[in-house]
């Protein structure tokens, strides 16, 4: 059995760096495990907001239907369980967008009332376009749903612009 020796002091041994992969050894560089742990986190992050965005247009959906928004009505919603609409309930009260007491109703915030609003925009502008190119109104409503959380706001004011301009164009159509 060899004893190894470690390197004299201040200088760094081959283990002791992360090195880049050989090509061939079947292991992707560290720079490309560095860049896939940035994709995912960044995933990870806009999967919360999207839980969020989700959760605040319930309770505010909730709240303008029926006076309030109970856990146990967000968790028969949303078909989950009462304690994942508890944990992100919690989240969502220390990021400042409801507010909640014991055994009571959840409240937004007058930050997740802006929220609720700019979700609310966005789902009708996606909407409206998906039904101006002819998707039903049905499937329509489900792809919006999974579109406004991943839509840049450049595409957005695109969509509204085209919807607009298509406005205007019957308006004049009408008035020959």
């Known amino acids: ?33 560095a860049e896939a742990n940035e994709r995912y986190e960044r995933t990870r992050q806009d999967h919360a907001q999207e839980t969020a965005e989700d959760y605040v247009e319930l309770i505010e959906t909730l709240t303008s239907e029926q006076g309030e928004a109970r856990l146990v009505d967000i968790a028969r919603h949303l078909g989950i369980s009462h304690v ?19 055994y009571r ?19 009708t502008t996606v909407l409206r376009f998906l039904c101006a190119l002819g998707v039903p109104e049905k ?15 450049d595409t957005l004011a695109a969509f509204a612009r085209y919807l ?11 008035l020959g």
């Open 84 to 102: 994942s609409v508890s944990r992100t309930i919690n989240r969502l009260q220390r990021e400042g967008l409801i507010r909640t007491r014991p």
């Open 139 to 153: 499937q329509a409503a489900i792809d919006a749903e999974g579109i406004e959380h991943h839509i840049s706001d």
């Open 1 to 33: 059995m060899t004893k190894r020796s470690s390197p004299p002091s201040g200088e760094r041994g081959p283990a002791a760096e992360p090195a880049e992969e050989s090509p061939g050894s079947g292991q992707p560089p560290e720079s490309e495990i």
């Open 164 to 174: 607009a301009e298509r406005r205007l164009g019957e308006v004049r159509e009408e």
């Open 105 to 123: 109703s959840i409240f937004l915030t007058d930050a997740g009332r802006a929220l609720a609003r700019r979700i609310r925009v966005r789902h």
